[in-house]
C-alpha cells in the first residue's frame, strides 16, 4: 500500500470508531451514565482490527495471528469490566468528571459526548495502530521477531487473567474489607493486571513491527498505552482512591514494585 493508502485506511478507521462512539454516547443518554465505556474501550480495538482485516492484502498467517490475539485480549478484559460495571454501578472517577463539569455549567450530554465517548475513540484508535498497521504488509512471513511477541503478548494475558482473578476473590470476602491484597501476583507488583496489558500492546507491536517499516511506527500505540497506565489515567487514580480506602496501603506500596514485577522490599 501507498503512504497515501495507509492514510486513507487510518482515516476511515477513525471515522468508524467515532461514529460507534457516538453511538454508544446515545445509549448513554438513555442510561445516564458513562461507566460502560471501559468494558466498550477493549471491544472498539477488536472492532478497528476486524474492519481492517478485508481491506488491506498483507501476510495472511500476520494477519489472522494479530486478529486471534486481540480477540482473546478484548474479549476477556470487556467481559470482566462489563460484568464489574454491572456488579458496581457507576465508577467513581466518572462520576467526578461529570459533577467537575456540571458545575461548570455543563450539561451531561455535553459532557459525556466530550469528555468521555470521544475521546475514547481516538485513544482506542491510537493504541490499537499495531492491529491496523501490522497487517498491511504482505512481507516478510512470521519469524523470531513475531515468536517473541507471541511469548510477550501471552505472558501479558497470563498476567492480566490471573491479577484480576486474585483481585476478584480478594474483594468477595468480607474479611478482606479495608486490607490489602499483598499475595499471589500483587506480591510483586502493585498492577499485574496494567503490567499485563502493557505486555500484551507490545507483544502485538513486536508481531507488527516485523512486517517492517509500516509496523514499526506503529510503536505509537504502545508507548501511548504504557504511559496511559503508569502516569496518566491508570497508576496515579487508582493509587490515589486506595490510600484514602485502605490504611495499610502505604507500607504496601514502599515494598512493592508499581508496574514491572519485582521481589518486594524487605520489611
Not at 112 to 133: E, G, R, Y
Request: aromatic share 12%.
Amino acid at each position: 500500500m501507498t503512504l497515501i493508502e495507509i492514510v486513507a485506511l487510518l482515516s476511515v478507521n477513525l471515522a468508524l470508531i467515532l461514529g460507534v462512539m457516538t453511538a454508544l454516547w446515545l445509549v448513554s443518554l438513555k442510561v445516564r451514565d458513562v461507566s460502560f465505556i471501559d468494558g466498550v474501550w477493549p471491544l472498539a480495538m477488536l472492532f478497528l482490527a476486524l474492519v481492517t482485516w478485508p481491506r488491506v492484502d498483507g501476510d495472511p498467517a500476520r494477519k489472522a495471528l494479530l486478529l486471534g490475539i486481540v480477540t482473546l485480549w478484548a474479549v476477556r478484559l470487556a467481559w470482566h469490566l462489563l460484568r464489574r460495571w454491572r456488579a458496581n454501578g457507576a465508577d467513581a472517577r466518572y462520576v467526578a468528571i461529570l459533577k467537575d463539569r456540571r458545575e461548570k455549567g455543563w450539561g451531561f450530554g455535553k459532557t459525556a459526548l466530550l469528555m468521555v465517548f470521544l475521546p475514547q475513540a481516538v485513544l482506542a484508535w491510537l493504541t490499537s495502530l499495531p492491529v491496523q498497521l501490522g497487517q498491511v504488509s504482505a512481507t516478510p512471513p512470521l519469524g523470531l521477531i513475531a515468536a517473541a511477541g507471541i511469548v510477550l503478548a501471552i505472558v501479558g494475558l497470563i498476567f492480566e487473567t490471573v491479577g484480576d482473578a486474585q483481585l476478584s476473590a480478594f474483594k468477595t470476602d468480607p474479611a478482606n474489607k479495608g486490607k490489602v491484597l499483598d499475595t499471589g501476583l500483587w506480591r510483586y507488583t502493585r498492577h499485574p493486571n496494567y503490567f499485563g496489558d502493557a505486555c500484551v500492546w507490545w507483544g502485538l507491536w513486536l508481531i507488527a513491527a516485523e512486517s517492517g517499516a509500516i509496523g514499526l511506527w506503529s510503536i505509537i500505540g504502545p508507548i501511548f498505552l504504557t504511559f496511559t497506565l503508569t502516569r496518566w489515567s491508570g497508576i496515579g487514580i487508582t493509587e490515589k482512591a486506595t490510600h484514602r480506602s485502605r490504611p495499610g496501603y502505604a507500607d504496601y506500596v514502599a515494598r512493592t514494585s508499581a508496574f514491572i514485577p519485582w521481589p518486594p522490599k524487605a520489611g
